[in-house]
Protein backbone atom coordinates (compact mmCIF):
# COMPACT_ATOMS: atom_id res chain seq x y z
CA UNK A 1 0.00 0.00 0.00
CA UNK A 2 1.38 3.74 -1.12
CA UNK A 3 1.78 6.39 1.57
CA UNK A 4 -0.92 8.34 -0.29
CA UNK A 5 -3.50 4.73 0.01
CA UNK A 6 -2.29 4.89 4.18
CA UNK A 7 -3.24 8.54 4.36
CA UNK A 8 -6.22 8.09 2.79
CA UNK A 9 -7.70 4.75 4.54
CA UNK A 10 -6.81 6.74 8.00
CA UNK A 11 -9.09 9.37 7.18
CA UNK A 12 -11.91 6.69 6.44
CA UNK A 13 -10.62 5.18 10.04
CA UNK A 14 -11.24 8.59 11.83
CA UNK A 15 -14.32 9.12 9.67
CA UNK A 16 -15.78 5.54 10.56
CA UNK A 17 -14.25 6.08 14.39
CA UNK A 18 -16.76 8.92 14.52
CA UNK A 19 -19.89 7.28 13.17
CA UNK A 20 -19.05 4.07 15.00
CA UNK A 21 -18.71 7.27 17.97
CA UNK A 22 -22.68 7.92 17.43
CA UNK A 23 -23.73 4.84 17.34
CA UNK A 24 -22.39 3.88 20.76
CA UNK A 25 -23.80 7.71 22.04
CA UNK A 26 -27.44 6.17 21.51
CA UNK A 27 -26.53 2.68 22.28
CA UNK A 28 -26.88 3.75 26.23
CA UNK A 29 -30.08 5.67 25.23
CA UNK A 30 -32.29 3.14 23.46
CA UNK A 31 -34.31 1.73 25.84
CA UNK A 32 -37.43 0.17 24.25
CA UNK A 33 -38.07 -0.58 20.43
CA UNK A 34 -39.85 2.82 19.33
CA UNK A 35 -37.05 4.71 20.53
CA UNK A 36 -34.77 2.20 17.88
CA UNK A 37 -36.93 1.73 15.07
CA UNK A 38 -38.17 5.59 14.47
CA UNK A 39 -36.21 7.68 17.60
CA UNK A 40 -40.04 7.98 19.33
CA UNK A 41 -40.44 10.90 16.75
CA UNK A 42 -38.01 13.40 18.41
CA UNK A 43 -36.25 14.69 15.05
CA UNK A 44 -35.71 18.30 14.36
CA UNK A 45 -36.24 19.53 11.06
CA UNK A 46 -32.50 19.75 10.07
CA UNK A 47 -31.48 16.03 11.16
CA UNK A 48 -35.10 14.96 9.16
CA UNK A 49 -34.28 16.94 5.92
CA UNK A 50 -30.50 15.91 5.63
CA UNK A 51 -31.01 12.00 6.87
CA UNK A 52 -33.90 11.73 4.62
CA UNK A 53 -32.28 12.53 1.33
CA UNK A 54 -29.07 11.25 2.44
CA UNK A 55 -31.06 7.88 2.97
CA UNK A 56 -32.33 8.57 -0.23
CA UNK A 57 -29.67 9.01 -2.68
CA UNK A 58 -27.20 6.58 -1.59
CA UNK A 59 -24.01 5.50 -3.49
CA UNK A 60 -25.86 5.80 -6.89
CA UNK A 61 -25.25 9.52 -6.14
CA UNK A 62 -21.86 9.66 -6.42
CA UNK A 63 -21.30 6.39 -8.53
CA UNK A 64 -24.17 4.77 -10.74
CA UNK A 65 -25.71 8.88 -11.78
CA UNK A 66 -22.25 9.98 -12.69
CA UNK A 67 -21.32 7.00 -14.39
CA UNK A 68 -24.58 6.89 -16.47
CA UNK A 69 -23.38 10.79 -17.72
CA UNK A 70 -20.25 10.07 -17.84
CA UNK A 71 -21.43 7.24 -20.97
CA UNK A 72 -24.73 9.20 -21.93
CA UNK A 73 -24.26 12.84 -20.93
CA UNK A 74 -27.50 14.86 -21.13
CA UNK A 75 -29.47 12.01 -21.73
CA UNK A 76 -28.69 11.89 -17.56
CA UNK A 77 -30.65 15.04 -17.27
CA UNK A 78 -34.12 13.04 -17.35
CA UNK A 79 -33.22 11.26 -14.47
CA UNK A 80 -31.85 14.10 -12.22
CA UNK A 81 -35.48 15.91 -13.51
CA UNK A 82 -37.83 13.04 -12.50
CA UNK A 83 -36.26 12.32 -9.23
CA UNK A 84 -36.35 16.33 -8.26
CA UNK A 85 -39.98 16.02 -8.85
CA UNK A 86 -40.63 13.92 -7.62
CA UNK A 87 -38.76 14.84 -4.28
CA UNK A 88 -41.03 17.31 -3.79
CA UNK A 89 -44.09 16.00 -4.61
CA UNK A 90 -43.32 13.43 -1.59
CA UNK A 91 -42.43 16.38 0.97
CA UNK A 92 -45.54 18.38 -0.52
CA UNK A 93 -47.94 16.03 -0.58
CA UNK A 94 -47.22 12.99 1.61
CA UNK A 95 -45.07 14.37 4.77
CA UNK A 96 -47.68 16.02 6.94
CA UNK A 97 -50.51 13.59 6.56
CA UNK A 98 -47.98 10.84 6.70
CA UNK A 99 -46.82 12.07 9.79
CA UNK A 100 -50.65 12.73 11.07
CA UNK A 101 -52.12 9.57 10.62
CA UNK A 102 -49.98 7.28 11.42
CA UNK A 103 -49.67 9.04 14.97
CA UNK A 104 -53.51 8.94 15.39
CA UNK A 105 -54.03 5.46 13.94
CA UNK A 106 -52.44 3.75 16.97
CA UNK A 107 -49.33 5.27 16.59
CA UNK A 108 -47.73 3.31 14.64
CA UNK A 109 -43.96 3.27 14.20
CA UNK A 110 -43.81 1.04 10.62
CA UNK A 111 -45.14 1.70 7.06
CA UNK A 112 -46.81 -2.07 7.65
CA UNK A 113 -49.00 -1.12 10.98
CA UNK A 114 -49.94 1.66 9.29
CA UNK A 115 -51.34 -0.20 6.78
CA UNK A 116 -53.24 -2.20 9.10
CA UNK A 117 -54.38 0.64 11.22
CA UNK A 118 -55.48 2.57 8.33
CA UNK A 119 -57.95 0.16 7.05
CA UNK A 120 -58.31 -0.85 10.86
CA UNK A 121 -58.00 -4.89 9.91
CA UNK A 122 -58.09 -7.02 12.84
CA UNK A 123 -56.32 -9.54 10.85
CA UNK A 124 -52.74 -8.53 9.75
CA UNK A 125 -52.69 -9.67 6.01
CA UNK A 126 -51.33 -6.23 5.03
CA UNK A 127 -48.79 -6.21 7.32
CA UNK A 128 -47.62 -9.12 7.15
CA UNK A 129 -47.56 -9.13 3.00
CA UNK A 130 -46.09 -5.62 3.10
CA UNK A 131 -43.30 -6.65 5.58
CA UNK A 132 -42.22 -9.54 3.01
CA UNK A 133 -42.50 -7.03 0.42
CA UNK A 134 -40.02 -4.66 2.50
CA UNK A 135 -37.48 -7.67 2.83
CA UNK A 136 -37.73 -8.74 -0.64
CA UNK A 137 -36.49 -5.27 -2.48
CA UNK A 138 -34.68 -4.29 0.88
CA UNK A 139 -32.50 -7.24 0.12
CA UNK A 140 -31.73 -5.98 -3.19
CA UNK A 141 -31.71 -2.32 -2.57
CA UNK A 142 -28.91 -3.11 0.68
CA UNK A 143 -26.96 -5.26 -1.87
CA UNK A 144 -26.71 -2.32 -3.75
CA UNK A 145 -24.71 -0.09 -1.47
CA UNK A 146 -22.54 -2.94 -0.26
CA UNK A 147 -21.66 -3.03 -4.02
CA UNK A 148 -21.10 0.56 -4.41
CA UNK A 149 -18.81 0.13 -1.17
CA UNK A 150 -16.63 -3.10 -2.50
CA UNK A 151 -16.00 -1.42 -5.67
CA UNK A 152 -15.10 2.28 -3.61
CA UNK A 153 -12.54 -0.01 -1.63
CA UNK A 154 -10.88 -1.81 -4.12
CA UNK A 155 -10.67 1.09 -6.38
CA UNK A 156 -8.62 3.08 -4.01
CA UNK A 157 -7.13 0.96 -2.11
CA UNK A 158 -5.82 -1.65 -4.44
CA UNK A 159 -7.99 -4.26 -2.90
CA UNK A 160 -9.79 -7.80 -3.79
CA UNK A 161 -13.60 -6.71 -4.38
CA UNK A 162 -14.90 -9.14 -1.60
CA UNK A 163 -12.60 -8.13 0.67
CA UNK A 164 -13.27 -5.02 0.45
CA UNK A 165 -17.06 -5.79 0.44
CA UNK A 166 -16.54 -7.53 3.78
CA UNK A 167 -14.79 -4.29 5.27
CA UNK A 168 -17.62 -2.17 4.09
CA UNK A 169 -20.78 -4.43 5.72
CA UNK A 170 -18.84 -4.96 8.95
CA UNK A 171 -18.66 -1.02 8.83
CA UNK A 172 -22.21 -0.33 8.47
CA UNK A 173 -23.52 -2.93 11.08
CA UNK A 174 -21.41 -1.59 13.56
CA UNK A 175 -23.24 1.92 14.28
CA UNK A 176 -26.64 0.82 13.21
CA UNK A 177 -26.57 -2.76 15.43
CA UNK A 178 -25.79 -0.01 18.38
CA UNK A 179 -27.45 2.61 17.90
CA UNK A 180 -30.62 2.22 16.01
CA UNK A 181 -33.09 4.90 14.32
CA UNK A 182 -31.36 8.00 15.87
CA UNK A 183 -28.02 6.60 15.31
CA UNK A 184 -28.78 6.33 11.50
CA UNK A 185 -30.28 9.42 11.42
CA UNK A 186 -27.35 11.64 13.07
CA UNK A 187 -25.01 9.71 10.85
CA UNK A 188 -27.38 10.45 7.79
CA UNK A 189 -27.28 14.44 8.92
CA UNK A 190 -23.41 14.37 8.73
CA UNK A 191 -23.10 12.28 5.69
CA UNK A 192 -25.38 14.37 4.20
CA UNK A 193 -23.34 17.29 4.57
CA UNK A 194 -20.00 15.85 3.31
CA UNK A 195 -22.06 14.68 0.50
CA UNK A 196 -23.24 17.95 -0.33
CA UNK A 197 -19.55 19.40 0.04
CA UNK A 198 -17.84 16.82 -2.01
CA UNK A 199 -20.46 16.89 -4.73
CA UNK A 200 -20.06 20.78 -5.12
CA UNK A 201 -15.99 20.93 -4.62
CA UNK A 202 -15.01 18.47 -6.97
CA UNK A 203 -16.39 19.30 -9.95
CA UNK A 204 -15.95 22.97 -9.51
CA UNK A 205 -11.71 22.32 -8.97
CA UNK A 206 -12.00 19.87 -11.88
CA UNK A 207 -13.79 22.26 -14.43
CA UNK A 208 -11.63 24.75 -13.94
CA UNK A 209 -8.43 23.22 -14.34
CA UNK A 210 -10.13 22.11 -17.86
CA UNK A 211 -10.33 25.95 -18.50
CA UNK A 212 -13.46 26.79 -17.70
CA UNK A 213 -17.44 25.16 -18.03
CA UNK A 214 -17.35 27.06 -21.45
CA UNK A 215 -14.19 24.98 -22.42
CA UNK A 216 -15.36 21.43 -21.25
CA UNK A 217 -18.78 21.57 -23.33
CA UNK A 218 -16.74 22.89 -26.42
CA UNK A 219 -14.46 19.80 -25.74
CA UNK A 220 -17.22 17.58 -25.48
CA UNK A 221 -19.27 19.02 -28.14
CA UNK A 222 -16.24 18.21 -30.27
CA UNK A 223 -15.71 14.77 -29.61
CA UNK A 224 -19.46 13.69 -29.36
CA UNK A 225 -22.42 16.35 -30.16
CA UNK A 226 -24.94 14.12 -28.86
CA UNK A 227 -23.56 14.49 -25.39
CA UNK A 228 -25.13 17.50 -25.10
CA UNK A 229 -28.36 16.81 -26.50
CA UNK A 230 -30.78 15.47 -23.96
CA UNK A 231 -33.16 14.48 -26.55
CA UNK A 232 -30.91 11.76 -28.48
CA UNK A 233 -28.41 9.06 -27.91
CA UNK A 234 -25.34 9.17 -28.04
CA UNK A 235 -25.26 7.56 -31.21
CA UNK A 236 -27.44 10.34 -32.59
CA UNK A 237 -30.93 8.40 -32.29
CA UNK A 238 -33.99 10.08 -31.67
CA UNK A 239 -34.16 9.19 -27.21
CA UNK A 240 -38.09 8.81 -28.04
CA UNK A 241 -40.92 9.49 -25.73
CA UNK A 242 -40.81 5.94 -24.30
CA UNK A 243 -37.42 6.45 -23.18
CA UNK A 244 -38.20 9.76 -21.36
CA UNK A 245 -41.35 8.75 -19.89
CA UNK A 246 -38.77 5.69 -18.34
CA UNK A 247 -36.22 8.17 -17.17
CA UNK A 248 -38.55 10.69 -15.54
CA UNK A 249 -40.76 7.93 -14.13
CA UNK A 250 -38.20 7.59 -11.63
CA UNK A 251 -39.67 10.66 -9.23
CA UNK A 252 -42.69 7.82 -9.28
CA UNK A 253 -40.78 6.01 -6.87
CA UNK A 254 -40.48 8.40 -3.66
CA UNK A 255 -43.93 7.60 -2.25
CA UNK A 256 -43.45 4.15 -1.37
CA UNK A 257 -39.55 3.83 0.00
CA UNK A 258 -39.84 3.17 3.60
CA UNK A 259 -36.65 4.49 4.48
CA UNK A 260 -37.71 7.79 3.22
CA UNK A 261 -41.37 7.59 4.95
CA UNK A 262 -40.17 6.76 8.19
CA UNK A 263 -37.88 9.79 8.15
CA UNK A 264 -41.06 11.73 8.11
CA UNK A 265 -43.11 9.87 10.22
CA UNK A 266 -40.04 10.42 12.90
CA UNK A 267 -40.07 14.79 12.78
CA UNK A 268 -40.72 15.97 16.19
CA UNK A 269 -43.08 19.03 14.97
CA UNK A 270 -45.65 18.79 12.42
CA UNK A 271 -44.89 22.93 11.72
CA UNK A 272 -40.84 22.41 11.39
CA UNK A 273 -42.06 20.08 8.04
CA UNK A 274 -42.45 23.16 5.26
CA UNK A 275 -39.20 24.42 6.68
CA UNK A 276 -37.40 20.64 6.00
CA UNK A 277 -38.74 20.46 2.60
CA UNK A 278 -36.75 23.80 1.99
CA UNK A 279 -33.64 22.44 3.31
CA UNK A 280 -34.31 19.10 1.52
CA UNK A 281 -35.04 20.47 -2.01
CA UNK A 282 -32.07 23.23 -1.60
CA UNK A 283 -30.08 19.74 -0.96
CA UNK A 284 -31.05 17.92 -3.53
CA UNK A 285 -31.52 19.89 -6.67
CA UNK A 286 -27.79 20.94 -6.27
CA UNK A 287 -26.69 17.25 -5.69
CA UNK A 288 -28.52 15.95 -8.32
CA UNK A 289 -27.11 18.98 -10.92
CA UNK A 290 -23.24 18.71 -9.38
CA UNK A 291 -23.64 14.26 -10.27
CA UNK A 292 -25.09 14.88 -14.17
CA UNK A 293 -22.08 17.58 -14.20
CA UNK A 294 -19.36 15.39 -12.66
CA UNK A 295 -20.11 12.54 -15.47
CA UNK A 296 -19.68 14.47 -18.06
CA UNK A 297 -17.04 17.30 -16.79
CA UNK A 298 -15.25 13.42 -15.79
CA UNK A 299 -15.22 12.43 -19.60
CA UNK A 300 -13.10 15.37 -20.62
CA UNK A 301 -10.96 15.37 -17.48
CA UNK A 302 -10.21 11.71 -17.53
CA UNK A 303 -9.48 12.09 -21.44
CA UNK A 304 -12.72 9.16 -21.72
CA UNK A 305 -10.28 6.79 -20.40
CA UNK A 306 -12.34 4.64 -17.79
CA UNK A 307 -13.15 1.65 -20.05
CA UNK A 308 -16.14 0.14 -18.51
CA UNK A 309 -15.05 0.95 -15.30
CA UNK A 310 -17.81 4.73 -15.52
CA UNK A 311 -18.94 3.82 -12.18
CA UNK A 312 -15.84 4.84 -10.72
CA UNK A 313 -15.76 8.49 -12.58
CA UNK A 314 -15.95 10.71 -9.20
CA UNK A 315 -13.54 7.97 -7.48
CA UNK A 316 -10.70 8.79 -10.37
CA UNK A 317 -11.20 12.49 -10.51
CA UNK A 318 -10.28 12.70 -6.77
CA UNK A 319 -7.86 10.57 -6.71
CA UNK A 320 -5.88 12.38 -9.88
CA UNK A 321 -7.05 16.06 -8.34
CA UNK A 322 -6.51 16.42 -4.80
CA UNK A 323 -3.86 16.24 -2.28
CA UNK A 324 -3.96 13.14 0.04
CA UNK A 325 -5.91 14.73 3.31
CA UNK A 326 -8.54 16.83 0.56
CA UNK A 327 -8.96 12.98 -1.72
CA UNK A 328 -9.76 11.53 1.83
CA UNK A 329 -12.32 13.32 2.88
CA UNK A 330 -14.05 13.62 -0.47
CA UNK A 331 -13.30 9.88 -0.85
CA UNK A 332 -15.57 9.90 2.16
CA UNK A 333 -18.59 10.94 0.66
CA UNK A 334 -19.19 7.91 -1.18
CA UNK A 335 -18.19 5.89 1.91
CA UNK A 336 -20.69 8.39 3.59
CA UNK A 337 -23.56 7.94 1.12
CA UNK A 338 -23.49 4.40 0.68
CA UNK A 339 -23.43 3.92 4.74
CA UNK A 340 -26.10 6.85 4.90
CA UNK A 341 -28.70 4.37 2.71
CA UNK A 342 -28.02 0.79 3.45
CA UNK A 343 -28.15 1.32 7.29
CA UNK A 344 -31.66 2.77 7.00
CA UNK A 345 -32.54 0.08 5.08
CA UNK A 346 -31.10 -2.56 7.52
CA UNK A 347 -32.99 -0.82 9.87
CA UNK A 348 -36.46 -0.69 7.87
CA UNK A 349 -35.75 -4.06 7.25
CA UNK A 350 -35.25 -5.67 11.00
CA UNK A 351 -38.08 -3.28 11.74
CA UNK A 352 -40.80 -5.17 9.97
CA UNK A 353 -39.06 -8.96 10.76
CA UNK A 354 -39.64 -7.79 14.13
CA UNK A 355 -42.53 -5.42 14.53
CA UNK A 356 -44.57 -6.42 11.67
CA UNK A 357 -44.03 -10.26 11.89
CA UNK A 358 -42.42 -11.59 14.68
CA UNK A 359 -45.52 -9.82 17.09
CA UNK A 360 -47.73 -10.86 14.88
CA UNK A 361 -47.20 -14.66 14.41
CA UNK A 362 -45.76 -15.10 17.87
CA UNK A 363 -47.50 -15.86 20.90
CA UNK A 364 -44.48 -14.77 22.78
CA UNK A 365 -44.81 -11.06 24.25
CA UNK A 366 -41.06 -10.05 25.31
CA UNK A 367 -39.65 -6.98 27.16
CA UNK A 368 -39.26 -4.08 25.53
CA UNK A 369 -34.74 -4.45 25.82
CA UNK A 370 -35.39 -8.04 24.37
CA UNK A 371 -37.55 -6.86 21.39
CA UNK A 372 -34.47 -4.39 20.64
CA UNK A 373 -31.59 -6.70 20.65
CA UNK A 374 -34.00 -8.88 18.48
CA UNK A 375 -33.84 -6.04 16.45
CA UNK A 376 -29.85 -5.95 16.74
CA UNK A 377 -30.01 -9.55 15.56
CA UNK A 378 -31.76 -9.26 12.40
CA UNK A 379 -29.47 -5.80 11.13
CA UNK A 380 -26.84 -8.67 11.21
CA UNK A 381 -28.49 -11.24 9.43
CA UNK A 382 -30.43 -9.44 6.94
CA UNK A 383 -26.86 -7.86 6.21
CA UNK A 384 -25.03 -11.47 5.75
CA UNK A 385 -27.52 -11.73 2.84
CA UNK A 386 -27.34 -8.74 1.41
CA UNK A 387 -23.88 -9.29 1.56
CA UNK A 388 -23.84 -12.66 -0.15
CA UNK A 389 -26.50 -11.01 -3.04
CA UNK A 390 -23.40 -8.35 -3.28
CA UNK A 391 -20.37 -11.12 -3.78
CA UNK A 392 -20.40 -10.76 -7.85
CA UNK A 393 -17.76 -7.66 -8.89
CA UNK A 394 -19.88 -7.32 -11.88
CA UNK A 395 -23.18 -6.31 -10.25
CA UNK A 396 -24.19 -2.71 -11.02
CA UNK A 397 -24.88 -0.30 -8.23
CA UNK A 398 -27.29 1.77 -10.86
CA UNK A 399 -29.30 -1.53 -11.75
CA UNK A 400 -29.61 -3.07 -8.10
CA UNK A 401 -31.57 0.54 -7.10
CA UNK A 402 -33.61 0.41 -10.69
CA UNK A 403 -34.88 -2.60 -9.56
CA UNK A 404 -35.65 -2.39 -5.77
CA UNK A 405 -36.53 1.14 -6.57
CA UNK A 406 -39.38 0.24 -8.84
CA UNK A 407 -40.23 -2.34 -6.41
CA UNK A 408 -41.11 -0.52 -3.36
CA UNK A 409 -42.16 2.10 -5.67
CA UNK A 410 -45.09 0.31 -7.34
CA UNK A 411 -45.83 -1.93 -4.39
CA UNK A 412 -46.14 1.06 -1.82
CA UNK A 413 -46.44 3.84 -3.65
CA UNK A 414 -49.95 4.27 -4.76
CA UNK A 415 -51.47 2.67 -1.72
CA UNK A 416 -49.40 5.52 0.43
CA UNK A 417 -50.44 8.86 -1.47
CA UNK A 418 -53.69 7.17 -2.36
CA UNK A 419 -54.54 6.13 1.41
CA UNK A 420 -53.52 9.52 2.68
CA UNK A 421 -56.22 11.29 0.52
CA UNK A 422 -59.01 9.23 -0.21
CA UNK A 423 -61.21 7.83 3.12
CA UNK A 424 -62.84 5.50 1.15
CA UNK A 425 -60.03 3.83 0.33
CA UNK A 426 -60.58 -0.30 1.54
CA UNK A 427 -58.49 -2.51 2.84
CA UNK A 428 -58.93 -4.96 0.12
CA UNK A 429 -58.23 -2.04 -2.45
CA UNK A 430 -55.02 -1.64 -0.46
CA UNK A 431 -54.17 -4.83 -1.19
CA UNK A 432 -54.90 -5.24 -5.16
CA UNK A 433 -52.90 -2.24 -5.65
CA UNK A 434 -49.68 -3.66 -3.56
CA UNK A 435 -49.93 -7.25 -5.11
CA UNK A 436 -50.75 -5.73 -8.60
CA UNK A 437 -47.44 -3.53 -8.41
CA UNK A 438 -44.49 -5.97 -7.05
CA UNK A 439 -45.99 -8.52 -9.90
CA UNK A 440 -46.14 -5.89 -12.81
CA UNK A 441 -42.39 -4.59 -11.50
CA UNK A 442 -41.23 -8.83 -11.39
CA UNK A 443 -42.92 -9.82 -14.34
CA UNK A 444 -42.03 -6.40 -16.48
CA UNK A 445 -38.76 -6.68 -15.53
CA UNK A 446 -38.02 -9.85 -17.31
CA UNK A 447 -39.73 -8.76 -20.53
CA UNK A 448 -38.38 -6.92 -23.93
CA UNK A 449 -38.83 -5.27 -26.82
CA UNK A 450 -41.37 -2.57 -27.62
CA UNK A 451 -43.50 -1.49 -25.12
CA UNK A 452 -41.64 -3.73 -22.41
CA UNK A 453 -38.52 -1.57 -22.95
CA UNK A 454 -40.58 0.57 -20.41
CA UNK A 455 -39.37 1.64 -16.78
CA UNK A 456 -40.93 -0.90 -15.00
CA UNK A 457 -42.18 1.53 -12.56
CA UNK A 458 -44.19 3.23 -14.44
CA UNK A 459 -46.33 0.66 -15.83
CA UNK A 460 -46.73 -0.75 -12.51
CA UNK A 461 -47.25 2.53 -10.84
CA UNK A 462 -50.27 2.85 -13.02
CA UNK A 463 -51.91 -0.36 -12.73
CA UNK A 464 -51.99 -0.65 -8.79
CA UNK A 465 -53.79 2.79 -8.97
CA UNK A 466 -56.33 1.20 -11.32
CA UNK A 467 -56.54 -1.84 -8.90
CA UNK A 468 -56.67 0.44 -6.00
CA UNK A 469 -59.62 2.50 -6.90
CA UNK A 470 -61.35 -0.24 -9.37
CA UNK A 471 -61.65 -2.88 -6.08
CA UNK A 472 -62.54 -0.18 -3.48
CA UNK A 473 -65.15 1.40 -5.21
CA UNK A 474 -66.35 -2.43 -5.45
CA UNK A 475 -65.89 -3.20 -2.00
CA UNK A 476 -67.62 -0.12 -0.59
CA UNK A 477 -69.07 -2.29 2.27
CA UNK A 478 -65.84 -2.81 3.74
CA UNK A 479 -64.63 0.49 3.92
CA UNK A 480 -64.08 2.31 7.52
CA UNK A 481 -65.30 5.49 8.38
CA UNK A 482 -62.36 7.83 8.22
CA UNK A 483 -64.00 10.91 9.24
CA UNK A 484 -62.64 11.58 12.92
CA UNK A 485 -59.06 10.85 11.80
CA UNK A 486 -59.43 13.28 8.63
CA UNK A 487 -61.29 15.60 10.51
CA UNK A 488 -59.16 18.73 10.29
CA UNK A 489 -56.09 17.54 8.44
CA UNK A 490 -55.95 20.25 6.36
CA UNK A 491 -56.20 23.25 8.65
CA UNK A 492 -52.56 21.93 10.68
CA UNK A 493 -50.40 24.22 9.30
CA UNK A 494 -46.54 22.81 8.47
Same mark, same amino acid.
Given at each position: MTARQTGILTIFFFYILMMLGIGWLYYKRTEKLSDYIIGDRKLNYWVTALSSQASDMSGWLLMGLPGYAYVAGMEAVWIALGLL?????????????????????????????????? *?????????? +??? +???? +?? *??????? /???? /?????? =?????? $???????????IIGYTFLGGFMAVCWTDFFQGILMFLALIVVPTVCVGKVGGLGVT?????????????PFTTVDGAALGGLAIASLLAWGLGYFGQPHILTRFMAIEKIGELKNARRVAMTWVTFSLIAAVLIGMIGFIYLDGSLNGSNETVFIQMVETTFPTIIAGIMLAAILAAIMSTADS?????????????LKVFSKKTYSEKTYVWL???????????? $????????????? !????????????????????????????? /????????? /???????????????? !??? !????????? +?????? =? =??????????? !?? *?????????
Open positions: VGTWANWRFVAKRLRILTEKMGNAITLSSYFQNR *FKETNARLRV +ISA +IVIL +IF *FLIYTAS /GLVA /GGKLFS =SVFSMN $YQVSLTIGTLVMAELEAFNAELLNQLLVTSSALIEDLSRGTVMAVAFFA $YLLAWNPDNSVLD !LVAYAWAGFGASFGPVVLISVYWKKMTGN /GALAGMITG /GATVLIWRNLSGGLFD !LYE !LLPAFVLAA +IAIFLV =S =SMDQKNAVNMD !LE *FDGIDKIHE
